[in-house]
């Protein structure tokens, strides 16, 4: 499984962004997709999950009622939809895959095997 992120950037506060991740290869074991970030000196931290499924989702916190995941089966990519961002929100993204995994809430990096290169988001 290969996962490719997009979208990242430099937005001010109160900006939007939407990121992208398309995963190929034997994608068909997928079972829950999510979005962590990590900003320099932190620990990496989830931010939002989707069941591939039955699209049950996932948020932090920090992010409900901001941010908005979705999976489109047909192109088989996860998108995120970050509104209303604030500075805290900087970091780099890293699109992630559970692979032949049931996840919980899929907010904990131990609950994925697949991950992309990462996209930086800067909101400034």
């Known amino acids: 499984v290969q996962l490719v992120e997009s979208g990242g950037g430099l937005v001010q506060p109160g900006g939007s962004l939407r990121l992208s991740c398309t995963a190929s290869g034997d994608t068909t074991k997928i079972n829950s997709m999510g979005w962590l970030r990590q900003a320099p000196g932190q620990q990496r931290e989830g931010v939002a999950a989707i069941y591939t499924g039955g699209r049950h989702t996932y948020y932090a916190d920090s992010v409900e009622d901001r941010f908005t995941i979705s999976f489109d089966d047909a192109k088989n990519t996860v998108s995120l939809q970050m509104n209303s961002l604030k500075p805290e929100d900087s970091g780099v993204y890293f699109c992630?895959?559970?692979?032949?995994?049931?996840?919980?809430?899929?907010?904990?990096?131990?609950?994925?095997?697949?991950w992309g290169q990462g996209t930086q988001v800067t909101v400034s």
């Open positions: 992630a895959a559970a692979y032949g995994r049931v996840v919980s809430s899929g907010l904990a990096n131990s609950e994925y095997n697949y």
